[in-house]
């Protein structure tokens, strides 16, 4: 009698469990760096849009502490299965849909920049592999304990055909 055990993940390791990547996936540190890049490079009359007085062009430390943000924003944002674009597309206001258009111009250019380094950006990885349907397992998916699923990964096990379990503690 052969016994496999299970694979064991956290929520936050199972969407990566659920499609092949295109390329080595970039680290947060990696992510922060590439939006760095990006906005320290920008029309300064842009970064107006987001911030009242841009950064000076060193130290690094401020346009560190700007990506993070940024970056923390785009997690955020794909979580609930949004982009920047979409965001922009709901704004309200003219002033609100310049300040997102611009974001999401600066977030093509920051897809471009992981791009050259041989890298992608994991959620937006995640995002074209829901639009693409590009997710597949061949393993019975057992979810346990998992109360708080952000929209993204609710996106990701919707397009797959196999069996899954959740086990939730309720009466």
């Known amino acids: 009698?052969?016994?496999?055990?299970?694979?064991?993940?956290?929520?936050g390791g199972l969407p990566e469990q659920?499609?092949?990547?295109?390329?080595?996936?970039?680290?947060?540190?990696?992510?922060?760096?590439?939006?760095?890049?990006?906005l320290s490079s920008a029309d300064p009359k842009l970064l107006r849009s987001l911030i009242p007085q841009p950064p000076a062009a060193q130290p690094l430390g401020p346009w560190l502490e700007l990506a993070g943000t940024i970056r923390h924003l785009h997690e955020e944002l794909a979580a609930s299965n949004l982009t920047f674009?979409?965001?922009a597309e709901a704004a309200e206001t003219d002033s609100e849909k310049r300040r997102w258009k611009v974001l999401s111009d600066f977030f093509r250019q920051y897809i471009?920049?992981?791009?050259?380094?041989?890298?992608?950006?994991p959620h937006w990885e995640r995002h074209q592999a829901v639009l693409y349907d590009r997710c597949r397992t061949?393993?019975?998916?057992?979810?346990?304990?998992?109360?708080?699923?952000?929209?993204?990964?609710?996106q990701m096990l919707r397009c797959l055909d196999g069996e899954m379990t959740a086990?939730?503690?309720a009466p």
Request: glycine share 4%; aromatic share 4%; proline share 5%.
């Open 85 to 87: 674009a979409d965001v």
């Open 18 to 38: 659920l499609y092949a990547p295109r390329k080595k996936l970039a680290l947060d540190f990696e992510q922060t760096l590439a939006w760095a890049n990006v």
């Open 167 to 169: 086990m939730v503690a």
């Open 1 to 11: 009698l052969d016994l496999t055990p299970p694979l064991i993940i956290t929520v």
């Open 112 to 121: 471009d920049r992981l791009d050259s380094a041989g890298l992608s950006d």
């Open 138 to 154: 061949d393993k019975h998916l057992v979810l346990i304990g998992v109360s708080d699923v952000s929209d993204a990964l609710i």
